[in-house]
């Protein structure tokens, strides 16, 4: 069974760094995206980075120049470097891969259960 595992949230103060990571476990035969999203109580989920199999990037807005999103294809991992972070980046972060399960030809997305990042001012 796949499972996605996110770990490194944490409380920080404004100014702050933090990186989390995200390991997919499982019988896997093929990752193709991978990113992070985030979301507040309230508040739909929201994309905060992307990054394919090439290895192609992309960010929100209110994320760039900030945040850095990598993987490492053989740990079958993908981690956010967030840096300068503010209190509006406050949220549970949820990563998630678009991956093809061992013994299927379906690519399927799965999500991990979040991991909290909590920023003070």
């Known amino acids: 069974q796949v499972q996605l595992v996110e770990s490194g949230g944490g409380l920080v103060q404004a100014g702050g760094s933090l990186r989390v990571s995200c390991a997919a476990s499982?019988?896997?035969?093929?990752?193709?995206?991978m990113g992070w999203y985030r979301q507040v109580p309230g508040k739909q989920r929201e994309v905060v980075a992307t990054?394919?199999?090439?290895?192609?990037?992309n960010y929100a807005d209110s994320v760039k120049g900030r945040f850095t999103i990598s993987r490492d294809n053989a740990k079958n991992t993908v981690y956010l470097q967030m840096n300068a972070l503010i209190p509006d980046d406050t949220a549970v972060y949820f990563c998630?891969?678009?991956?093809?399960?061992?013994?299927?030809?379906?690519?399927?997305?799965?999500w991990g259960q979040g991991t909290q990042v909590t920023v003070s001012s």
């Open positions: 998630t891969a678009n991956l093809i399960p061992g013994g299927t030809f379906r690519v399927l997305q799965y």
């Open positions: 499982g019988s896997i035969e093929f990752i193709s995206d």
């Open positions: 990054i394919n199999s090439g290895g192609s990037t």
